[in-house]
């Protein structure tokens, strides 16, 4: 069966400092990979998504990038955190299907504070 | 642009009493998929309308999926403590051709027992 980690589950960052979130899945090949975010409870916004091993799309202009070195990984980065970074993150993985989306997989997400 | 909908936006219910989130959205859509959240947890996927005037069931939950496929509702029948979390409806973005999935706000669901 597929499985979805997500690391680390918490972090406190300072205003300034970087940031790398991690996003591993297994029981799957070749998966679409994304990263969300959620902010104070609420919505879910898409900020990247990924068809393939180095191939990136950015939804949101921001002060985050991500990347995506092997087929099942999928790595949210940023060199400089902004109090705004703060919030739910939260990666996801969804088969490549035909014409109908597929239901999407949630990891377990990362809560950042930037203080 | 494309928007997605989600009315109320919060809930209170008494354990027993029905509960009905609605989604609507901007453009038609091909597909529409919910999800819960509970409390502290992730999205969990619990089912996908596809037809125009779609209508399924899961034990006490019924989707419905509008004539015009722009609009969706949530119907939990004689709530339960068990229930309580956020509930998101989700559209595919028509503007690319990944189907990425625009999420509404969501429906926080409270109930007292």
């Known amino acids: 069966s597929q499985t979805i980690h997500q690391w680390p589950a918490t972090l406190v960052q300072p205003v300034g400092s970087p940031l790398s979130l991690e996003c591993t899945v297994e029981?799957?090949?070749?998966?679409?990979l994304y990263w969300y975010r959620q902010a104070a409870g609420r919505g879910l916004q898409l900020l990247f998504y990924?068809?393939?091993?180095?191939?990136i799309s950015s939804e949101v202009p921001q002060n985050l990038s991500a990347s995506r070195p092997q087929d099942r990984q999928f790595i949210l980065s940023s060199k400089k955190l902004l109090l705004s970074d703060s919030g739910f993150y939260l990666c996801?993985?969804?088969?490549?299907?035909?014409?109908?989306?597929?239901?999407?997989?949630f990891g377990e997400g990362s809560r950042l504070t930037v203080l | 642009g494309q928007q997605v909908m989600q009315i109320p936006q919060y809930q209170h219910v008494q354990e027993g009493e029905d509960f009905t989130t609605y989604c609507n959205s901007s453009t038609t859509l091909s597909n529409i998929q919910w999800y819960k959240q509970r409390p502290g947890g992730h999205p969990v996927f619990l089912i996908q309308?596809?037809?125009?005037?779609e209508v399924k069931k899961q034990k006490r939950l019924t989707f419905q999926f509008g004539e015009a496929k722009k609009n969706s509702s949530l119907h939990i029948t004689a709530t339960q403590t068990t229930d309580v979390g956020t509930y998101f409806c989700a559209g595919p973005f028509d503007g690319g051709s990944q189907g990425n999935l625009i999420f509404g706000k969501g429906t926080k669901l409270s109930v007292k027992p």
């Open positions: 029981g799957t090949s070749n998966p679409n």
């Open positions: 990924s068809i393939g091993i180095g191939q």
């Open positions: 996801a993985w969804r088969a490549k299907r035909g014409a109908y989306t597929g239901e999407l997989f």
């Open positions: 309308l596809v037809k125009s005037g």
